[in-house]
């Protein structure tokens, strides 16, 4: 079984950075893509980013894209995402999710998920 676990949210005003973090439990995390998503009250879980196994491959959504990064340390078992620039839009409740497929963009092929750590931006 595979835990994800996120810290690293908070309530910040419009134009400060977060760190979130995700740390995963099991000995295969370097084998698997991770992406983050976010979902929004009354909107649906969005993809923002997402990491290929290595570290090499990165893929965001056009809305974070030059604001957001999407990182990995293999050997915490970790993922992270670096928020700089944040909007009162980018508020929500951030998700941490592996992938079991070859589609990083699409939450339906992701087969974990953690329980969510929540973003508040200010204006």
């Known amino acids: 079984q595979v835990q994800l676990v996120e810290s690293g949210g908070g309530l910040v005003q419009a134009g400060d950075s977060l760190r979130l973090s995700c740390a995963a439990s099991?000995?295969?995390?370097?084998?698997?893509?991770m992406g983050w998503f976010r979902q929004a009250p009354g909107k649906e879980r969005e993809f923002v980013a997402a990491?290929?196994?290595?570290?090499?491959?990165?893929w965001y959504s056009d809305s974070v894209k030059g604001r957001f990064t999407i990182s990995r340390d293999n050997a915490k078992n970790t993922v992270y995402l670096q928020m700089n620039s944040l909007q009162p839009e980018d508020t929500a409740v951030y998700y941490c999710?592996?992938?079991?497929?070859?589609?990083?963009?699409?939450?339906?092929?992701?087969?974990?998920w953690g329980q969510g750590t929540q973003v508040t931006v200010s204006s």
């Open positions: 999710a592996r992938s079991f497929a070859r589609r990083p963009a699409r939450k339906d092929d992701y087969d974990y």
């Open positions: 099991g000995r295969t995390f370097s084998s698997y893509t």
């Open positions: 990491i290929g196994w290595g570290g090499y491959s990165t």
